[in-house]
């Protein structure tokens, strides 16, 4: 049978990079960040043919360097917009590769708002859903099990994770700085009076989802566990009528990327944003 090659396109997918500018004020945790996520596609086109009918490679950027790539310009982008990321990275692989005749790049972004007046506080826009579970049993008390899902915030710094467990299967160093990104789901009981018809579920919402956002930045965090905890205390403290709070807090894990050439400097600037495997870390605190 005869057949001919009709079109080809090769790349990488999802490559996610976050980025932390920082004004470089000393000490890091006043310095004003902004934080800026993206999910790139990087497709190619050019005289590719051979690798496709004949097995020959020696044209092939590979596509783990396109994504080096990603994270390489990067740190020189300010990431500004996705559309000046784009050509930035579409006119890198024309220039670099004669032999590359198209460079398509296709960005999505998170876009994440500053979380109150923090300056290292962030929480994505537009994603926040409110929930609620009720069961009326006869001759029971209401039970109102209100809560919030996919509020994804992240800390720019103020996070770190050491001294914990050492044994054979520890690979991961101690850290003072990181990001800490996580996207929160909360489930917060109410039980008779507060959880009748005349309860203020309302200012209930307003008041857990603050407590739970200002304690997510108020203080340097030692592991996702103790912020938690941190933040179920400050939730049931703002609403008297909840008497249990439900947290559960995926670690998203934002990678120091490996900037190339080797040797580039990566000072918490650029990270590989990871979607799995994720920590998770849940827990369920009562008056
Ligand atoms: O806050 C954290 N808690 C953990 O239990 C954990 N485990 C890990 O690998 N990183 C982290 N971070």
Known sequence: MSVRLAHNCYGKHRVRVSKVRRPRQAP????????????????????????????????????????NTVYALAKDHDLE??????????????????????????????????????PHGFVARDR?????????????????????????IAKTTESGFTDFHRDEFRTLADTDDRILATELTATWVYRGAGAGSGGDFIGNRRAVTSALLTTFVDHYSRSVQETLYRMAEAALDACP????ITLAMPNKHHLLAKVVPEGTPNDNEVFVVTDEPFGYITATVKR
């Open 28 to 67: 890091s945790n006043q310095e004003r960040h902004e934080f800026v996520e993206a999910a790139v596609d990087v497709e190619l086109e050019g005289d590719f043919d051979a690798a496709f009918t004949e097995g020959d490679n020696r044209l092939v950027v590979a596509t783990d360097t396109c994504k």
């Open 81 to 118: 917009t996705i559309e000046s990321f784009g050509l930035a990275v579409a006119e890198h692989f024309l220039e670099r590769y004669t032999h590359v005749t198209l460079c398509r790049v296709s960005l999505t972004q998170t876009v994440w708002d500053r979380l109150g007046d923090s």
């Open 128 to 152: 926040a859903t409110p929930t609620a579970v009720v069961t009326l049993e006869r001759d029971a008390e209401p039970e109102v099990i209100a809560g919030v899902a996919k509020l994804l």
């Open 241 to 244: 009528e909840a008497d249990e």
